[in-house]
C-alpha cells in the first residue's frame, strides 16, 4: 500500500481553480517532486496533503488517513518544512526545539535534533541571530520533532548559497535512508533531478507529466530535442564554484 494516496483532489477560489483535479501515490521511503512555475497548482496541493487547505472535491490518504477527517492524528504523522518560518526570535533553538515537543506532549534531546541538521553549535543560539541557510536546515530539525512518517519540503534550498544547498541536499538524502517518505517543491530542477526518485510537473492545476527524472528526460530526447551544450556535461558551473570555494559552510 502506497503511503500517499491522491485521488483527484480540487481547488478552487471564487472564479480561480487553483487544483483541477490531481491524482498521485507515494511510496514509502520515496522522494516525490512537485515542480511547476508560480501558480501551478503545487502549494495548494501540498497545503491540501498537509491538512492546511480544505479539499473542495476528491479525497487523499496519508498512511490509510482520510486527511479531510483526521486532522488531529494527521499531524501526528508528518512534518512540515516551509520556505518561510517566524519562529520566536528571542528563544535559543533549543528552547524553540523543546516548545515544539510540547505541543506533541514528548519530552527530547535538543542536541540530538540540531545534530541532524549540523547545528549542534548554535543550540543556545537565537533563532533571529542566524543566517539564512542556517535558518532552513533549523526548520527541518523542527519539521522532525515528532519523527514523522512523511516529511513535506516547501523550496527548501531558495535564497542558499551553493554550499549551503548541497548541504541540504545531503541532509534530504540522509533523510530518504532513514525511511522518511517525502514531497520536495522546488523550482531548481537540477535539485528534483538530483533528489527525487519521481516528479509530477505541474501547470494551470493540473499535471502534465509524471515519472522518473531519467524517464521524462528520455522521452523529451526520442522526441528529437536537442540541448545546446555550453560546456561539459560531465560538470557544471555550480561545481566549479564548489571546487574553487569549498565544500565547507558559510554559515
Known sequence: MSVIEVKD???????????AGVSFSVEKGEVFGLLGPNGAGKTTTVEMLEGITKIDEGEAFIEGIKVSQNNHELQNIIGVSLQSNNFFDDLSLSEILNLFASFFNIKIN??????????????????????????????????LINDPKVLFLDEPT?????????????????????????????????????????????????????????????????????????ADERANLEDVFIDLTGKNLRD
Request: net charge positive.
Open 9 to 19: 483532489i480540487k481547488k478552487n477560489y471564487k472564479d480561480l481553480v487553483a487544483v
Open 110 to 143: 535538543p542536541l540530538d535534533f540540531l545534530a541532524e541538521v549540523t547545528l549542534t553549535e548554535k543550540s543556545k543560539t537565537k533563532f533571529k541571530d542566524m543566517s539564512g541557510g542556517q535558518k532552513q536546515r533549523f526548520t527541518i530539525a523542527l519539521a
Open 158 to 230: 531558495t535564497g542558499l548559497d551553493p554550499q549551503s544547498r548541497r548541504h541540504l541536499w545531503d541532509i534530504v538524502s540522509g533523510l530518504k535512508k532513514k525511511g522518511k517518505t517525502i514531497i520536495l517543491t522546488t523550482h531548481f530542477m537540477d535539485e528534483a533531478e538530483y533528489l527525487a526518485d519521481r516528479v509530477a510537473v505541474m501547470d494551470s492545476g493540473k499535471i502534465l507529466k509524471m515519472g522518473t527524472p531519467k524517464e521524462l528526460i528520455q522521452e523529451l530526447i526520442s522526441k528529437g530535442f536537442v540541448k545546446k551544450v555550453v
